[in-house]
């Protein structure tokens, strides 16, 4: 009867060992490229890939969260998930609260979509999506913010005429503006806002960080990650890449 409470024992915490390695990738699922659900209602786009193989080069299994941009910190702060990989940009403010990785997206112009190339901002609202760096950023320069939940939305208020314009991350508007046939279009004026993008982790949760922090750098290290990121899918040719500052230290 011992032999066999010990191996009942083993079997129960062989399972809780496993339990421990799934951690659970929290995302938006509605900001393309970055993240979007597809047709098979799967998570997709370039943090999907991107996570897959964070998770492998980390000896991780994990699963796939989806959440509303508007309570992302607060339910990974609450357990709902492990870790945020939603381009999020990183900033001091939300460093006060969580903790990031090692930027994988290096900072990245934003930009204005507005209904003419002469839309002047400075007469109307100004969309952007709630509790970004782009709403902190319409609200500390003399713009009038309205803000919205989801970045459809804003795209939709200037459509429909209750912003002049929607400032969002530039990889987000550019199809946007080409699929519109001309409804829509970028304004030459971008602004350099954040520090990057990186994975948001809990405070407690240090030994978690080092082993993305770790899979980030390798990919950086033999080219991998550059490699994703200019995807013609992703973000193209063009995009800003790491290049050889990123396999400093390798």
Do not use: H
Not at 46 to 68: I, M, P, Q, Y
Not at 100 to 124: E, H, I, K, V
Not at 240 to 245: F, L, M, P, S, Y
């Amino acid at each position: 009867m011992k032999r066999l409470l010990t191996a009942t024992a083993l079997v129960a915490l062989a399972g809780a060992a496993q339990a421990q390695d799934i951690v659970r990738l929290g995302t938006e699922g509605a900001y393309p490229p970055y993240n979007f659900i597809n047709d098979a209602g799967q998570v997709a786009g370039f943090e999907r890939e991107l996570g897959d193989e964070l998770c492998k080069r980390a000896g991780l299994t994990c699963e796939w969260v989806v959440n509303d941009w508007d309570s992302i910190i607060p339910n990974l702060q609450s357990g709902n998930y492990d870790v945020i990989i939603a381009g999020m940009s990183i900033t001091d403010e939300r460093e006060a609260v969580i903790d990031f990785s090692q930027g994988y997206l290096p900072p990245a112009a934003s930009a204005y979509l507005a209904l003419s190339a002469d839309a002047d901002l400075m007469s109307g609202p100004v969309a952007a999506q709630t509790s970004t760096i782009q709403a902190a950023f319409v609200a500390e320069n003399g713009m009038q913010l309205v803000e919205y939940a989801t970045p459809e939305e804003t795209v939709a208020a200037v459509k429909n005429g209750e912003a002049v314009a929607v400032l969002a991350d530039k990889d987000y508007l550019v199809p946007i503006a080409a699929e519109s046939g001309g409804q829509l279009v970028l304004l030459e004026k971008e602004e350099s806002i954040g520090g990057g993008v990186g994975l948001g982790f809990r405070e407690s949760d240090d030994d978690l960080r080092a082993k993305f922090d770790a899979a980030i750098k390798s990919m950086k290290c033999d080219g991998t990650l550059d490699a994703m990121i200019t995807k013609p899918e992703y973000f193209g040719p063009e995009a800003k890449t790491w290049g050889d500052a990123g396999k400093e230290g390798c």
